[in-house]
């Protein structure tokens, strides 16, 4: 499997919450990094650890991610994301935009450097065409590059 078809396998089970699936593409001793000041912006460690972690964050917030875009090499790879999801108490699935760089080892991603800023509303960066360059759009929840699971 090539980094970006285990980037998405792992997305596609964030996605549908399934840990097998997550854990499935995770390194043993993975640790995934997040941006503060973000609400739980600790890293998380171990594939088991984040797996269930994601399962809590998907059933909790609604949440799909899309891959939009991706520059890979053998064992690194970084890719522009749309987390779509719905706020605590909220009707409507806002946007989040976010980069991430992935390190892989033995076949698994082995680190994830997450970089966004999650609030309560969409947020993109201003002006720039999303639609036009493939990327996931509000009521498009896919891109190009993915069409997550679920």
């Known amino acids: 499997m090539n980094p970006l078809e285990l980037i998405t396998r792992y997305y596609d089970g964030c996605s549908t919450g399934d840990v097998e699936a997550m854990t499935a593409t995770l390194h043993p001793d993975v640790v995934h990094w997040f941006l503060a000041p973000n609400v739980g912006s600790a890293p998380v460690a171990g594939a088991e650890h984040l797996a269930r972690y994601w399962r809590k964050v998907q ?3 609604d949440a799909r ?7 890979v090499g053998s064992d690194e790879a970084v890719i522009e994301w749309t987390m779509f999801w719905r706020p605590p108490g909220g009707s409507e699935r806002v946007a989040t935009r ?3 760089w992935f390190t892989i080892t033995d076949g698994l991603i082995r680190e994830i450097r997450s970089y966004y800023q999650q609030r309560e509303h969409t947020t993109e960066l201003d002006a720039f065409d999303y639609a036009a360059r493939g990327y996931s759009t509000a009521g498009a929840e896919h ?8």
């Open 65 to 71: 991610w899309v891959v939009d875009h991706a520059l």
């Open 143 to 150: 891109s190009t590059l993915h069409r997550p699971a679920g």
């Open 59 to 61: 059933a909790r917030i």
């Open 98 to 100: 976010g980069a991430e």
